[in-house]
């Protein structure tokens, strides 16, 4: 009886910190319709077992709680690190990862098990369904015998036991830990074992559990979207990308190439589980290989046919005005190269106005509208537009916009104006008699 209180508790909380009831539902929809083996595998650092486990346990118990069942791989990095310095064995690294002697395996196996069981024990004590997977998912060979001693690479992944897990409707728990042929136990490192996990599997969403919640910019905060597509190669020329944060981006990136274009990494913190796979906006940082975003100076080149779908889909039930193409002269077009998103720019009396901003609901919270506004913004230093009050993006434009003014039925917004109120007035005018291109 405890526990299912606690429970409740659990679920509550967590959907008290997320979003709206339609942006739940929409996840929900999106995540049932996956196989259970392609909904998310959760890669769980030693330090978030240490400092974070009752979170994350809450957090995995929500899942299964709304009808999900993560695949659950962890290491125990810190753990390790105390026990063998307890042992009198120097941690050493070749090519960064950890040097294992034979007199350090049969500490590495216990600290293993020891972890796993902790996480999988924290998730019974909350009622929830959870199979420790110790040994027998890694077919594994050595990576370098000679100079890492007794680490392996991942020959194969063996999905039996994942499988028979999945079939209970219970979490697996596994540790990276790999066998070979003869039955030799290897040492193999998390975030390896994690990504040849992923590459069988082929998820819908990786998650790395971190005690960041996120990658972190130059001013150390928590960068909420990545499109690679559009943003990869500005982003690893920045000064501050270096070190672990650069080969986590290049891991990434070689990962998401290697999986479905709907296919995401996200990094967040164990409390913020929930918020992050179900809000768009979301709670850390979230990676998509993405698209290409393609630019048009007129209708020339541009498929109407995707376009007036696309824009219709966007603001349904509303449907364009009969001859919208014909009557609009665009100023600049961009859409991604899927149409899942688009922008549509006219050119009104010297300024670019945003006549249409339209995502698709399978693409909202992916982050891809940002990107698509980014390779917008970064062509066109001044804009203007409006948009009606009760627009679930409003909150995105306030925070785009260096100002707003609201009529009765219309807030107005712009940007680079620079206080030239002579014009933001031209502005004002210009929204308030602007025909309009959408019909109920």
Known sequence: MNAEIDTRKTIVRLLSAMGSAREIQQYLKRFSQLDAKRFAVVKVGGAVLRDELTELASSLTFLQRVGLTPIVLHGAGPQLDDELVKAGIEKRTVH????????????????????????????????TRATSVVSGVFAASYFDRENCGLVGKVD?????????????????????????????????????????????????????????????????????SINLSTE?????????????????????????????PTSSVSITRPAELARELFTHKGSGTLVRRGEKVLRFESWEGVDRGRLRMLIESGFAPRRLVPGYFERTQPYRVYVSE??????????????????????????????????VWQVMQAENPRLFWRSRHGNRVNAFYHEQSDGCFRQSRFRIFWYGLDGDFATIARCVEHCTQREPTLVD
């Open 96 to 127: 960064g990862l950890r040097v294992t002697p034979p007199q350090a395996l049969g500490i590495v196996r216990r600290v293993f098990q020891q972890q796993n069981l902790k996480l999988v024990d924290a998730l019974h004590a909350m009622d």
């Open 156 to 224: 194969r992944v063996e999905l039996a036991p994942i499988d028979a897990s999945l079939r209970m409707g219970s979490i697996p728990v596994i540790a990276s830990l790999g066998e070979t042929d003869e039955g030799q136990i290897l040492n193999i490192n998390a975030d390896f074992a994690a990504n040849e996990l992923v590459r069988v599997l082929q998820p819908y969403k990786i998650v790395f559990l971190t005690g960041t919640g996120g990658l972190l910019d130059g001013d150390g905060r928590v960068i909420d």
């Open 232 to 260: 990869y190669e500005d982003l690893m020329a920045q000064p501050w990308v270096s070190g672990g944060m650069r080969l986590k981006l290049e891991q990434i990136a070689d990962l998401l190439r290697d999986l479905p």
């Open 338 to 371: 899927n149409y899942r998103v688009a922008m549509i720019l006219t050119l009104e009396d010297g300024l670019p106005y945003l006549d249409k901003f339209a995502v698709l609901d399978d693409a909202q919270g992916e982050g891809l509208g940002r990107a």
